[in-house]
Every structure is written in structure tokens, then in C-alpha cells.
């Protein structure tokens, strides 16, 4: 894991990176973590949602990102917002085989000044074109007022997948999501697949027919929601680790 310091262009804003935590080497089928670290200085003074939003390659796809204020703001979302996101695409055309992904946050405000993280949970999937790119990443408000990174992050991204060696047949072609989730966890399988949801001390606590797609809504075989934490997602054809929270 690769750590980079980053020095930011801020032009009326007061939203600054700070650090980012990647990888510089990824497979297809992998599921990986970046952390991106910035300060909110609160001389706005008042409210104002902000977004984070990253240049990726084309087949690495974002799962969730959670986000964490001084305030105690601790939020995840799931889906990225296209209209931002067609703005950026006009405004800053993407490189060759990549494109840009937004995601907002709720708003900060003064009280939340100092030091936020963003833990983003992405999967590589099969579909990704190996070879050499740089990851970029921005920070803005809603006004568009933009803090730039000025270095960018190098990736390689490499043919031979991790997922191979899981001991689950086909499991480059299925996909567990998102990896963080509060109602439900959606699952895709190549062929029909009988799944088993277990907990952190491997006890079964639900069972799951999937055909091609389907989910998971956190409750156990008696339909009682089950305790927030980490469980596996495991078929024939598919593996996935996910963590509820409440």
C-alpha cells in the first residue's frame, strides 16, 4: 500500500487533501480499499455539501464510500451522483480508458472543521483493461469550487486475478455489493448458485437461492435482522466478505 503525500490547489475553497492511501498494483477480480484523507477548515461558516470524485479506469468499479468528520458525521453512500458526474466529464474530459466517478457527502459545517477520511471499497472487475494509468482525485462543493490534487497516482493493473485462487469456481464473474451497507448487499452469480450468508464465527444465518441476481437484507431465516458486523457471502460461484452497520 502506497502512501502519498498530496499538496492541493485550493481556489475560494476551504476543502484541502491531505493523504491517500492506494494501491499501485491490482488484479482483476480484486476488491480494494483507498483512503482519502483532507481538512475542512470551517472559514465558510456555514453548510455545504461537498464530494469527492476520482478518474478511474474503466472496469474498476466503486462498491460504497464512508466518510468520517470531526463532528462525528459518519455517513456511507453508494451511489455515485451522475449529474455531477456528467458535469465533471464535460468540464475536465477524463483520460483514454478512464472516467470520472462523484460521490457526495453531506454537508459539513463549521462545527466539523479538521480532519475527514473517505474509505472507498472498489472491485476490479473482469472486464478491466491491464496496463499503466494515473488515478486522479478532486475535492469540491456543490458551487463547484474545485481542490485539486496535483500529484497523480500511479496504478498497474494486471491481468491475473486473486480470485482464482479463493477456491470458488467462477468467481471473476460474480460480484458481491456494496462490501458496506445498512438495507441490503446485491449479489450476481454466472450460473444458479445456493449462498450462504455466515457470521464472523462461521455459523450459517441465512440461506439464499440467487439465479442470475439477488440480495441480502441483513436478517437471518426468521426474517429478525441480524447484528451489525462483518459476514461472508459464499456460493459455488461467488465470495464476498460485507459488513452491516446500523
Known amino acids: 500500500m502506497k502512501r502519498l503525500c498530496l499538496v492541493a490547489l485550493s481556489l ?7 493523504d491517500v492511501y492506494q494501491p499501485s498494483l491490482v488484479s482483476t477480480g480484486e476488491h480494494i480499499t483507498i483512503t482519502v484523507s483532507g481538512t475542512h477548515d470551517g472559514s465558510g461558516g456555514y453548510s455545504s455539501q ?7 479506469p474503466d472496469g474498476i468499479h ?17 451511489e455515485p451522483d451522475t449529474v455531477l458526474g456528467t458535469w465533471l466529464q464535460e ?20 462545527e466539523s472543521a479538521g480532519v475527514f477520511d473517505a474509505h472507498v ?28 490534487s496535483i500529484l497523480d497516482q500511479p496504478l498497474e493493473v494486471t491481468a491475473t486475478g486473486i480470485a482464482e485462487g479463493r477456491g470458488c469456481r467462477g468467481a471473476r464473474e460474480s460480484r458481491v455489493w456494496p462490501s458496506l451497507f445498512s438495507e441490503r ?8 448458485d445456493n449462498v450462504g450468508v455466515y457470521d464472523a464465527g462461521g455459523r450459517l ?8 441476481t439477488g440480495f441480502w437484507d441483513g436478517t437471518d431465516e426468521r426474517g429478525l435482522r441480524v447484528p451489525a458486523g462483518a459476514y461472508l457471502v459464499r456460493g459455488e460461484h461467488v465470495l464476498g466478505r460485507v459488513t452491516l452497520f446500523d
Open 12 to 18: 475560494t475553497s476551504c476543502l484541502y487533501f491531505q
Open 50 to 56: 461537498c464530494w469527492l470524485a476520482m478518474m478511474l
Open 62 to 78: 466503486v462498491d460504497s464510500v464512508r466518510y468520517k468528520t470531526p463532528d462525528s458525521i459518519d455517513g456511507v453512500v453508494t
Open 91 to 110: 468540464q475536465r474530459p477524463p483520460d483514454s480508458g478512464m472516467c470520472w466517478i462523484v460521490f457526495a457527502t453531506e454537508a459539513l459545517t463549521a
Open 121 to 148: 471499497y472498489l472491485h476490479v472487475a473482469d472486464t478491466a483493461s491491464p496496463g499503466s494509468y494515473l488515478v486522479d482525485y478532486l475535492l469540491g462543493y456543490w458551487s463547484a469550487t474545485i481542490s485539486d
Open 185 to 192: 448487499v446485491s449479489i450476481a452469480v454466472p450460473e444458479p
Open 205 to 212: 444465518v441465512r440461506n439464499l437461492r440467487v439465479e442470475q
